[in-house]
């Protein structure tokens, strides 16, 4: 039996105008039932095969997510994954799945020099180390004391070794002068997309929060860009449902800040493009090209992501 869920009428009526009525019922739907869980299988200590093998003598069932190498989504609740020994070493990281596609779009390379600009607790600084294979620099920032506590207990769990905690302002890190090739932006946000794993959400929003931090959310795209080189490589994600938040961002980042939006691919993924209109507002064409998912798209998280380039 699914659970009763309780929605705000200004969001429900937003997501209605998103979607039409039937598929706002499947939405529904998904987040009652709650997302796949899911696992990175850390293969900077581990082997992936060996890993899924030692899993699966235990009783876990484990299902390869098709857009990432060692992500599984597992039949095992958040307590069990979070108290198991490979947990506690390392082997493992609970990642949702739709977190682990802003660091696919970026694409980072052995020995590159990346900067994640609101890093903490680390879910996407840790991937993008594994993807790097622990070679070259992570330059991870965060303003919040206690979530960096947290991404440092995680780069150390994990055996990352390339990786560089800053505790800064993300809108005056361009004043220390460094510039990057590729910089992650994983802006704070309402986190609507998360309701799949955290009702919470449902009662927290509103739309006035929205506005407010599609400013701020703009404001931290404008400093970003300011630490990118010519021809980099900046990724913008929200883990947010709301076109405010996401294309209103990228369309700002298109006509004020001249970047350029590159296609990215997923391999098996459900995704929609980005839209090119809300509310009376028409945004650039090329908006469309970002990557919009919902979360009855792929039972995981909501999650938005766009790859910009400074030209
Ligand atoms: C969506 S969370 C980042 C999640 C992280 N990328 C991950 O994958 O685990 C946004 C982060 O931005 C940080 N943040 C917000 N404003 C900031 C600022 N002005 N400077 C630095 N960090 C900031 C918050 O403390 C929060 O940790």
Redesign the pocket.
């Known amino acids: 039996m699914q659970a009763k869920v309780r929605v705000k009428e200004s969001f429900e009526e937003r997501l209605v105008r998103m979607l039409g009525r039937e598929e706002y019922g499947e939405f529904l739907s998904a987040v009652a039932k709650r997302g796949k869980k899911c696992i990175r299988i850390n293969t900077l200590k581990v082997d992936r095969g060996k890993m899924v093998k030692r899993l699966e003598k235990r009783g876990w069932r484990l299902e390869k997510v098709p857009w990432f190498e060692s992500a599984y989504w597992v039949d095992v609740d958040t307590k069990t994954l979070s108290l198991s020994i490979e947990h506690a070493l390392g082997y493992f990281y609970i990642q949702d799945a739709a977190?682990m596609l802003p660091p696919i779009a970026l694409q980072p390379k052995k020995e590159e020099v990346i900067l994640?600009?609101?890093?903490?607790?680390?879910?996407?600084?840790t991937q993008v180390a594994q993807m790097m294979e622990n070679t070259g620099a992570i330059v991870a920032?965060?303003?919040?004391l206690r979530?960096l506590a947290a991404?440092r207990g995680n780069v150390q769990r994990l055996g990352i070794v390339n990786c560089v905690v800053t505790y800064?302002?993300?809108?005056e890190?361009w004043k220390c002068g460094l510039k990057f090739k590729k910089i992650?932006l994983?802006?704070?946000?309402s986190g609507s997309g998360s309701v799949i794993n955290c009702w919470r959400i449902f009662e927290e929003w509103s739309l006035g929060i929205v506005r407010r931090l599609s400013r701020?959310q703009k404001d931290?795209l404008r400093a970003a860009v300011k630490c990118l080189d010519k021809e980099g490589v900046l990724v913008y994600s929200?883990?947010s449902l709301e076109p405010e938040e996401n294309e209103e961002v990228v369309d700002f980042a298109i006509r004020e800040l001249g970047l350029e939006v590159e296609e990215t691919k997923f391999r098996g993924l459900k995704f929609r493009e980005g839209l090119t209109s809300w509310e009376g507002k028409r945004f650039h064409d090329d908006v469309s090209k970002a990557v919009r998912i919902f979360p009855h798209d792929n039972l995981t998280e909501g999650f938005f992501v766009c790859k910009l380039v400074k030209k």
């Open positions: 977190s994640d600009l609101c890093a903490a607790p680390g879910s996407k600084t920032n965060d303003y919040s979530r991404l800064m302002d993300a809108l890190f992650l994983d802006v704070p946000c701020y931290l929200t883990c």
